[in-house]
């Protein structure tokens, strides 16, 4: 095949750039290029970006490429690649150049696909409805009776006039001769719309000034529409919107946080649900309130448990039965996944013709079912041209590993094979023409090459109807073979743009209403889940930090030249570091682990946690991985955790300087001040003990960072008396035992179902009296065995505080 250089009418590219869109060639023959025409030539909604790009150096792109892909890793975009033991997170695989598609173009796409999406509703509404579909012959009755998408429980809940689907997901496909075709449909939680709105933000990065000064779409106009469809939805009835989510685990997890902070939803997880009383309340620090509309991103059979299946973590009992009362909404329909059935688009042209009186504008791929015995043969006959896939998985068979195509390759199987499969079992099995997708640039190793690809497209129903989001998200193939697209694969993603031939007005999600609608309590809206997690997270950095403190302290004198098994070292090992050996791997890792949970517990608040706030966490962790991975001299390891302390101030400031002052926050605070004072105790008893040896008061102090304090207030050396009023009774010292109990207990007073007249409750009067008794001790007074009560007193604080909000 003769290579096509891309060519525009402007001809004055650098020649370094020439040469590496030189090797660009469209794949020819029985493909189509999204970029390139017939003719080898750029297409004209491609022109002007074209332009753009051929304009910048290599170092400009590569420059720019770096920047959108740090906005993504600063934004926590991730995705979970899974193998056979562990999953990880990797960074997001975007494709840098997007793709362009002319206005009137996805005018057509969008008229057909909101047919389609009319279609779905009918078809939808039949099969939890009056099931004609099966009773005139139009659909096998085995493809629902013996479907497990289909859900017995949710049978007669199609009726009546509210809509069954709200939001879908087509995934399309251009053929060899230039038609788009529908892959699959994605109903049930169609995901990378959230996805689509972090692309087009790196885009931005990458391209800024193209884009400000462009009449490409935008997207927030879709989502600002689709917000006030939820309201419309939930009406007036008493409750909140919440989005349910599968949890961090899920790889579309950051996608569910971004879509909820963005729309000002509810994040919650199946276990911050109960049903009481027929209705769905989620659990928050202020006791139970309502949820009256959900959208549920979780696999529909995993709703609840009680009801569907019985296995599932993720749901809430008793949540069909909120939805059957009517006390509850859902987004979409808890069942729709009966619509993603590969079996299904083997029908689905012959029940559009009875209904439509025609076929679909926008058809699926051609698909038969095995069940019958003509498309069964038609299958086996044609067998080199197919892919064949289990018929009751709604996976797309194009993304499935599962999928069995013929040949010689490991991956095929062969004819022989397949035809004794479908004889014997053909209902189970349905078999797909093998797509042949168009390409789109892709930049590989510096040099643009063409790579199939295809669309997902969001639309979300409005009260004028379906509207379609003017852009999508592209998944683009690892390689010449249109199976590899999924990321696990090694696919990328790509942001999809609309060209329009005239100026497009700005679009925001913000409100041009004069009069925003707020919560007059912050209370409600607090999960008792993310209330522990934001706990934890206090507790785990504080003590991270307390732990960088003391390896400090512990290797300046090790650097100073003393040896590990000298008297402060051994002692602090001892007393203060759990007997760990004297290893530099092993007492960093006393610090280590605890931020690694720390970073755990923000992932599961994404929603609620300072996006700036999780890229400094994300940046600490992984100085401190870097740090346990280097050899460093012994003289620098004090150096190195003074630069790790800086860091982990920096983040606790950004942090309590940055978050609004909710309960929330109350909840972080709490658990910074309960660490630190639990800690300061155990570094105070271990350093005024009879058998601490000569210079521990010194460590206490240098490991409280209060050096300095002591100074300004004592105008003696440190003594048992000097040092215990400083970090034990002090309330103006921001790391004495008194400060941070005090302050834990103003707190308290200021978390709900605290108004409880005359009585106090439990976690409140178990701060009382410790900071009663720190009121009212003196120096002396002080001792170890004191101390050691007094940190158990703490922990049961902490006790007290799970049990009454956290639970």
């Not at 869109?21 to 074209?50: C, I, Q, R």
């Not at 939680?189 to 391209?207: D, H, L």
Request: hydrophobic residues 40%.
């Amino acid at each position: 095949m003769q290579k096509t250089a891309p060519q525009t009418s402007d001809q004055s590219r650098p020649d370094d750039l020439l040469l590496a869109y030189a090797n660009y060639v469209a794949a020819g023959g029985a493909h189509s290029d999204e970029m390139l025409g017939t003719d080898g030539l750029v297409k004209p909604v491609w022109a002007s970006f074209f332009d753009h790009l051929s304009r910048l150096t290599p170092e400009d792109l590569s420059f720019r490429f770096a920047r959108g892909d740090q906005y993504l890793r600063d934004a926590g975009v991730l995705f979970r690649q899974y193998d056979e033991t562990l999953s990880t997170e990797r960074e997001w695989p975007l494709s840098h150049i997007p793709v362009i598609l002319d206005e009137d173009e996805w005018k057509s796409i969008s008229a057909g696909l909101i047919e389609r999406a009319e279609f779905l509703e009918f078809v939808l509404r039949d099969f939890y409805g009056d099931n004609t579909l099966v009773s005139s012959g139009q659909l096998p009755a085995t493809l629902l009776s013996q479907n497990p998408a289909w859900l017995r429980p949710m049978v007669g809940l199609g009726g009546g006039s509210a809509h069954l689907l709200n939001t879908l997901s087509f995934e399309i496909g251009r053929g060899p001769d230039g038609r788009w075709w529908v892959i699959s449909d994605l109903v049930e939680a169609p995901s990378t719309a959230g996805f689509a709105i972090e692309n087009r933000i790196a885009m931005s990065r990458v391209f800024p000034g193209f884009l400000n000064h462009s009449n490409i779409h935008r997207l927030a106009g879709f989502f600002r529409n689709f917000q006030q469809t939820l309201f419309a939805v939930k009406g007036r009835t008493k409750g909140e919107i919440a989005l349910l989510s599968p949890g961090p685990m899920n790889q579309n997890y950051p996608e569910h946080t971004y879509i909820a902070r963005y729309l000002g939803l509810l994040l919650v997880e199946g276990e911050d649900l109960i049903v009481q009383d027929g209705k769905a309340m989620v659990r928050t620090v202020d006791a139970a309130k309502p949820i009256s509309l959900l959208w549920n991103r979780l696999p529909s059979t995993m709703f609840d448990p009680l009801e569907l299946d019985p296995t599932s973590m993720l749901g809430a009992a008793g949540l069909v039965q909120a939805v059957r009362d009517g006390a509850l909404k859902t987004v979409n329909m808890v069942g729709a996944g009966v619509l993603e059935t590969r079996a299904l688009m083997a029908f689905l042209p012959k029940i559009a013709r009875a209904h439509l009186g025609r076929g679909l504008a926008l058809p699926n791929i051609a698909t038969w079912w095995c069940g019958q015995e003509a498309q069964r043969d038609h299958v086996l006959a044609h067998s080199e041209q197919m892919m064949v896939g289990n018929a009751f998985s709604t996976r797309p068979l194009m993304a499935d590993p599962a999928t069995l195509t013929i040949g010689n390759g490991p991956d095929n199987t062969s004819a022989d094979s397949l035809e004794k499969m479908l004889r014997t079992a053909g209902r189970d099995y349905v078999g797909q023409e093998a797509v042949t997708l168009s390409t789109t640039p892709s930049f590989e190793n510096g040099e643009m090459v063409a790579r199939p690809m295809c669309i997902r497209i969001s639309l979300g129903r409005t009260a004028d109807g379906w509207e379609v989001m003017p852009g999508g998200y592209a998944r683009i193939s690892a390689g010449a073979d249109a199976k590899a697209m999924a990321m696990q694969q090694g696919g990328k993603v790509a942001d999809v743009w609309i060209a329009s031939k005239t100026k497009l007005p700005a679009s925001t999600l913000l409100s041009q209403e004069t009069q925003a609608i707020t919560r007059r309590s912050t209370h409600a809206i607090l999960p008792s889940r993310a209330a522990d997690n934001l706990f934890w997270l206090g507790r785990y950095v504080e003590r991270s930090e307390q732990n960088m403190r003391q390896c400090r302290a512990y290797y300046a004198r090790i650097s100073d030249g003393a040896d590990h098994n000298d008297a402060i070292p051994a002692y602090m090992r001892a007393h203060l570091m759990d007997n760990v050996a004297p290893k530099a791997r092993d007492i960093t890792q006393r610090f280590a682990e605890p931020l690694t949970l720390g970073l755990q517990s923000a992932s599961r608040i994404n929603d609620r946690f300072s996006p700036d706030g999780m890229m400094a966490l994300r940046g600490l962790a992984g100085q401190i991985q870097a740090f346990q991975g280097r050899s460093s001299l012994i003289d620098e390891i004090p150096v190195e955790i003074s630069s790790l302390l800086r860091q982990t101030t920096g983040f606790s400031g950004l942090v309590h300087e940055n978050m609004y002052r909710s309960d929330g926050w109350r909840f972080l605070s709490i658990g910074v001040s309960l660490e630190r004072a639990a800690n300061m105790c155990s570094v105070l008893a271990a350093c005024i003990g009879k058998d601490a040896p000569t210079g521990a008061l010194d460590l206490s102090l240098e490991i409280a960072d209060s050096v300095g304090s002591h100074r300004s207030r004592f105008v003696v050396l440190a003594n048992t008396a000097s040092v215990v009023d400083l970090l034990g009774l002090d309330l103006q010292n921001p790391r004495s035992i008194r400060y941070h109990i005090s302050r834990t207990k103003d707190h308290i007073a200021h978390l709900p179902r605290q108004d409880t007249g005359h009585l106090l409750s439990e976690v409140a009067r178990q701060t009382l009296m410790v900071e009663t008794q720190l009121a009212t001790s003196q120096p002396d007074e002080i001792t170890p065995e004191g101390l050691i009560q007094m940190r158990q007193d703490i922990w049961d604080i902490s006790n007290a505080l799970n049990e009454y909000y956290l639970v």
